[in-house]
């Protein structure tokens, strides 16, 4: 009878631990979050604002008790934006540190090198770095993506520029890089002439990492262009903008969003062009200069230093993750988190992005822009128009 006893409750205890011993990444005071991001090579400043949000959400969950009393723990690995490291990256994430879930993607081609091991694990996935389409189209039942499409963010800053700031005899241009980012940016532009019904001056294409684009503004003025969207990426785009400045070319300048970080400014206000951005992201109000003044209580002085754009929209992935899993009580799955997350509905931001939805077809939220313009004096934004929803019909 005593050998029956501690059979059944050695069985027992097996039941009971049944639920995490096939979801690694969970304990019964932590769950492990993996985040795959850029901390060496020049793009490192947004790995490192992407690492801070993370770092910032956790220690505010975890004050509050944690989820359902465990402690929220970030595994960091460095793929220095090359593909080929991101899905390394990750297989040490997913086998030797045993995450969880994934919270901080890296860019396009890294995400997307990423995913098979997503899918293969079932691994529920929050991407707020590069919303791209080639990463919800198409649908993968464990990933959700928080951004807008480069597509309605450039048709969204060309139709401000259309309807409000009306340039007279607007000739339009463009400039963009020779692969998939630039497709998306080029079917804005395109969505926008056709439109407005506009002259198209010129279509440009440049490689990925060119330095001089002297040639290509050139081509530029000699088509009249007055209103350019240009998918330049920092350094690039500041160079584009400083040769038509050499030119003395008047425009107005629709722009990708990685332009409102502070190196990117640095680089392109002494152009002295007052281009637009459009953004998923508060940038300059409220939910901004709250989460500055909140990030001083849990983040070093260094950290602070690094918040740009990405702090934020990473922080409010790893708030939505906190909140799906949440959902599930102490019971945590993989399985049980994404069929939460895919009931998230009007998910408050604080006014960090619109609210995050994801209750719809595609997994995706938060595709609502800001338009903002840059002072080049100050090197400060004003923003132009609230969040808008920008996307075809």
Known sequence: MRMKSLVLGFAALLMSSSAYAADPGVTDTEIKIGDVNILTGPASF????VSVGSKMAAAEINEAGGVNGRKIVIATEDDGYVPARSFQGLKKLIESDEIFALNGT?????ILAMLPLIEENNLPTVVTTTPAELVYKPVRPSVFVIGAR????????????????????????????????????????DRAVKEFGVKDGIRLKFKRGTTNFSAEVLQLRAAGV?????GGIIAGAANILGEARKLSMDMQVASVWSEDMPPSVKLSAPAGY???????????????????ATAKKYLS?????AINRYSYITYVGLKVLAKAMEGCGKELTRACTIEQLRKIKDFDTGGLT?????DN?????GTSLKIYQLDPKTQKFTTLQDFTDFSAK
């Open 150 to 189: 480069y597509v309605d963010a450039f048709y969204g800053q060309l139709k401000y520029i259309h309807d409000k700031l009306e340039p007279a005899n607007p000739v339009y241009g463009l400039i963009r890089q020779d692969d998939d980012f630039g497709v998306t940016v080029e079917g804005g532009y």
């Open 361 to 365: 077809d595609l997994q995706l939220s």
């Open 106 to 110: 890296s860019g396009t081609a890294n």
């Open 274 to 292: 007052a281009y637009l951005v459009g953004d998923y992201v508060a940038l300059n109000d409220q939910a901004t200069d709250a989460f500055d």
């Open 226 to 230: 007055n209103v350019l969207a240009n």
């Open 301 to 305: 002085e260094g950290e602070v230093a």
């Open 354 to 358: 619109a609210p995050i939805s994801f």
């Open 46 to 49: 947004i790995g490192r604002a």
